[in-house]
């Protein structure tokens, strides 16, 4: 069984930066694939990033160049960094977790075994 608990969301300006942490509690967390995604009132939940357990990462191309997905095995921790930010990027955020050790469902919600309660990243223009 894994917790997960999002932070770091908050209200920015079109062009600033967010760093959002994810905080796993439980055990195995290194095997795990870990991923981020978002939810925009009215659309579909899609898949923002994804980093497998040897670190290799996977990106939407809405956010290619502007987010990076990381994480510290030590700490138990994911993060987004979120640079350039757009209204468009206006959504709740979630972290999830996958048991696969390649992220071999990509961006598939229904791949991921647990998620976090989301927190929520507001852009204006």
């Known amino acids: 069984q894994v917790q997960l608990v999002e932070s770091g969301g908050g209200s920015v300006q079109a062009g600033g930066s967010l760093r959002l942490s994810c905080a796993a509690y439980?055990?195995?967390?290194?095997?795990?694939?870990m991923g981020w995604f978002r939810q925009a009132p009215g659309k579909e939940r899609e898949g923002v990033a994804a980093?497998?357990?040897?670190?290799?990462?996977t990106y939407a191309d809405s956010v290619k160049g502007r987010f990076t997905i990381s994480r510290d095995n030590a700490k138990n921790t994911l993060y987004l960094q979120m640079n350039s930010l757009k209204p468009e990027d206006t959504a709740m955020y979630y972290c999830?977790?996958?048991?696969?050790?390649?992220?071999?469902?990509?961006?598939?919600?229904?791949?991921?075994?647990?998620w976090g309660q989301g927190t929520q990243v507001t852009v204006s223009s």
């Open positions: 999830a977790a996958d048991h696969s050790l390649y992220c071999s469902g990509g961006f598939v919600t229904g791949a991921y075994n647990y």
């Open positions: 439980g055990h195995f967390y290194s095997y795990y694939c």
């Open positions: 980093v497998d357990s040897y670190g290799r990462t």
